[in-house]
């Protein structure tokens, strides 16, 4: 989330001009239906509706290299706006807004590694990461920003509507107003379809939350300059490109109440399809291999053998991390380390700011094994134990790791099941593209998310993991605290294969 | 939670004996069947399965006679095994286990009182509040012990099979061992009803969890003294009887997956009484006025707009508190006071230990107000920020408050709907009965527990408040952070009402 940015496209109206105009060909619904199959005939427009593809590729193209922002790394000393206590050494907005930079002590005594410090961000603002939608001729559409981060790779990525934190939204910073804010601010007024909290990195944040919201309207919107619509079909196939759709956008589409359903995408019972037993999955009529009162228990025990300590320490204090003038990090060179960047952002209208940011030193990998269980696809879930959790441990990808993290180790000291995922055949990979980490905070943290199948037949008994059906992760996800950051990513690419033609 | 006190009654056997022991009796279930129905009939069965209540009380009396502990305030300074800390004045036990007392700084700002100042209880541990059940000529029975608790205003109360702290368990203080303890740590070789960790009293604990469980087995079971076979029916009329079943039970039975189930719990379509839109409202088929998506978007609205910045203090630092030599209390005399106890715990096997409780100053009121929509009871529950919840808010009673903290204030400063509980009509009244919260930490503090039903024409639109089913909040309780300790009591006083005979 952009907070210190404050990017936005300005509100101007100038070249290159949005793809399309929703205020103009605003057609009111006739249709009614349950948002659910609404849904999936937003999924299965892979294209047409209101924006040709080609079109947006071109408009955000277009776009993109106008409205880039230069980035370069600066000496921590060289922030300005920011403060660093003089006698902890922790890093903080001079607004005592936005975020911190602290150190973080943290015990799991029976973990592979039983104690450990680190930087970390806390951010305890509630941020929102909307999305509005509306029909148009009967199809659900998106409204996504085309938005500048300063940790993305590639300048811009495909965001939410809105992506704001309360520092935002209440102008603590000398930023300009959040477009279409107001959506999300007093939703009642329109339909909301999706309204839950839900975690950030584990890792690098210290009990972040923010507000996934999507909002449905009927009234014409004006589509500001950066912002353009799309079906869901069409944001699917966005996902299958590298470093396009964001973490937040990402994040949203999770929590939609997707369930498959609708017409449109009927299986037939003997289809024995990939793309079948993935919609089963979301259907969730044929229920789950462990029920999901069951999982629930599971979740429970986990939480409760896993004793999680963590103290907040001074970040000069920390153990085994370095500080020089451009980074403070790990002695061996490993996990991530706190940088500063300078921003200087727009064509037109130049706004320039520096912030510290988390950059992680190698790429990572997030994967999920699935598998068919009766034709139903699975997903092998992690309930995984991390220092920023607010409740312990979330459910998490089958792997999600640095494995360069672990080059100097064995191998039996490695992430179970990391082999099957980067030694998996091509044919049984269902995804494979490379997404970035929310590029307000992280400084190219690219991670390669990957979908592998394994045999029905594959076992993998281990009281940490658990198969579980897309339904049942959607369902979780009507709440806060069960499913995490890059699950949820995943969650959403296994959706964006639901539309896709079969293949086998 | 006694852990301190480590008071179970010993071991050996010995007068008076337990009105009947499982061990001989024990018949091995033929009957299968869902939990949900094997609930229902354990309600239907007021008396007459392992043990008569008749012969129950007795026991309960001569027991409780001959077991009592003499429990006497004392100075502060004369706690043994505590530690005040020089700097803060926090008190912690010499082992750094168990709990401490510490302050708490309170923001929220849009609050009726914006800021204060408060001792709290800060309890890290998970314990576990384990009710071990067992079928008896196919009606399910809950092992239930006479437990002595210094708080308890009359000594003994009815408890769960175990109630401990790690500490308690872990054996850190000097206490026995945890009778039966071993069914809930490896609970998996047994068939788990519930699991599922629930918050404690949020204006005195501090993120205080414990787990809540309920564990079948069909393996004979010794009855050790002071334990007894319980069917669920004969617990819900020992819920009629004031100051019997104590808190950590209450909390236990309500997250049951009760749902009225069943053919002995059948309602007729044309039945109006009481009792069948009660079991209407457990059963769920009829749906709620607010559909339960929406009673999550409406608690993640609450928990976003909610402002709370709670920041430990020190004790000795708090304001408007004043310290004397026997307590540690607000300078108007409101709210509760800090106190010390030295307990005489037994009548055989003697055992004495001091600790520190929180004594409420005047007794409190724990109200439902229910009304009848469309045939099905819905209760009106209240989103309460509580400066210890671990997530903002939880779904409280309509009424939670202590009416004397308000006496010095205009009418117009009471809490909302008081008035509708304390001056309901005889008839309206459901249910009304003393009952005291947790007797190990909280000294004679009892609470009027009532159930009022209104018109179904009451009105009460307040963006706080929503009208939901029994079920609705069954359904909750399976997960963490939905529904606090007090309205979880009045789940399972609900849920005895409902094998009462019909009363209109």
Known sequence: MTDLSAVSPPLSSSTPSPPASGSASSVSSKREGSTAAKIAESVRVRDGGLTQLADFHRWYDDYSRESAARVRRIALHDLVGWHEDPVTGDL?????????????????????????????????????????????????????????EPGNINGFQLSPTVQATRSNYTRVHDGRSVPYLDYFQEPTRHRIITDVRQSEQG???????????????????????????????????????????????????????????????????????????????????????????????????????SEVITAKMPLNALEHWKRDEFAIAHETGRFFELIAVDVQAGSREVRQWTQPMIRPTAPGIVAFLVKRIDGVLHALVHALVEPGCLDV?????????????FAHLPPAALPPLLGE??????????????????????FHASNRYTIVEV????????????????????????????VNIQARSLVACLHSLSGRPSDG
Chains 1, 2 share one sequence.
């Open 92 to 148: 903080r907005h001079r607004s005592g807004k936005f975020f911190s930079v602290e150190g973080l002590d943290v015990r799991i005594p029976d973990g592979p590694v039983p104690h450990w410090t680190q930087p970390i961000i806390n951010q305890p603002e509630l941020g929102i990461l909307g999305v509005l939608v509306k029909e148009f001729d009967g199809v659900l559409h998106c409204l996504m920003q085309a938005k500048t």
């Open 455 to 482: 045999d029905e037949d594959a076992e993998f008994d281990h009281p940490e993991y658990r198969w579980l059906t897309v339904h049942q992760l959607v369902d979780l996800l009507r709440h806060s605290h069960y």
């Open 393 to 405: 441990a979330e459910l998490s990808p089958t792997v999600q790791c640095t494995p360069e993290n």
């Open 203 to 305: 890792s690098w944040f210290y009990q972040k939350r923010n507000r996934n919201m999507v909002v449905e309207v009927t009234e014409d919107i004006e589509v500001l300059e950066g912002f353009c619509w799309l079906t869901i079909g069409q944001l699917h196939q966005l996902l299958a490109l590298d470093e396009v759709v964001n973490m937040d956008a990402r994040t949203v589409l999770s929590c939609l109440p997707f369930s498959g359903a609708g017409p449109l995408m009927a299986v037939a019972p003997g289809d024995d399809s990939f793309r079948a037993s993935l919609l089963r999955s979301c259907q969730g009529s044929d229920g789950g291999a462990v029920p999901t009162d069951q999982v629930l228990r599971w979740i429970t025990d986990v939480r409760s053998r």
């Open 421 to 442: 995922v980067v030694g998996a055949r091509p044919e049984r990979i269902r995804f494979d593209v490379t997404l970035s980490e929310e590029g307000g905070r992280f």
